[in-house]
Nanobody, 128 residues
Framework: QLQLVESGGGLVHSGGSLRLSCAAS????????IGWFRQAPGKEREGISC????????KYTDSVKGRFTISRDNAKTTVYLQMNSLRPEDTAVYYC?????????????????????WGQGIQVTVSS
């Protein structure tokens, strides 16, 4: 059974950094597109970054470009989101999500309805 578990969230001051991890099990990670999403109180869930399958490229939403970096370690079946220069508006519950498997390179998208599997989410709070 495919499972995704996020870790690494918490409270950080504005300008600080956090690294989120998404530990995946029950899958061959390289065959899956993985995305990071977040949902702030009263707002819709938004896609912030993703990484394609089988060497597919990465994508970022404009608000995190230059500050966040997604990476994957297929051997460890873990996807990371390095978040630097955090701002109070980054405060949200962060989710990783997966869709696949794909036996070929496939580019990722940041649409919530593209993903079939979701982690439970983890809180990130950035204080001003």
């Amino acid at each position: 059974q495919l499972q995704l578990v996020e870790s690494g969230g918490g409270l950080v001051h504005s300008g600080g950094s956090l690294r989120l991890s998404c530990a995946a099990s029950g899958l061959t990670l390289e065959d899956y597109i993985i995305g990071w999403f977040r949902q702030a109180p009263g707002k819709e869930r938004e896609g912030i970054s993703c990484t394609g399958s089988r060497g597919g490229s990465t994508k970022y939403t404009d608000s995190v470009k230059g500050r966040f970096t997604i990476s994957r370690d297929n051997a460890k079946t873990t996807v990371y989101l390095q978040m630097n220069s955090l701002r109070p508006e980054d405060t949200a519950v962060y989710y990783c999500a997966a869709v696949g498997p794909f036996r070929w390179l496939r580019r990722c998208q940041l649409y919530v309805n593209e993903y079939d599997y979701w982690g439970q989410g983890i809180q990130v709070t950035v204080s001003s």
